[in-house]
């Protein structure tokens, strides 16, 4: 598949790496950020269990609109 933002700037060479995980477009190396964040994992009704580090993919725009203030 293609990266959503490389074909509307009319690229047709780039190949898309993964799925943005908060508008869910397809986009390339070059418009995505991989990020790390925190995900508490619960255990009944103990406190969390503990906070692995995950990664996602974010594309430009999404990441952007997460970090505009």
């Keep these: ?3 959503y933002d490389c074909t509307e700037e009319g690229r047709t060479d780039t190949v898309g790496i993964g799925i ?3 508008c869910g477009l397809f986009t390339c190396r070059d418009h995505a950020q ?3 964040e925190q995900v508490e ?3 009944g009704l103990a406190r969390p269990a503990g906070r692995p580090s995950v990664r996602r993919a974010v594309c430009t ?3 952007v609109a997460e970090t505009t203030h």
């Design 1 to 3: 598949m293609m990266c």
């Design 20 to 22: 943005c995980a908060r």
């Design 34 to 36: 991989i990020v790390r």
């Design 41 to 43: 994992q619960f255990t």
């Design 61 to 63: 725009t999404c990441r």
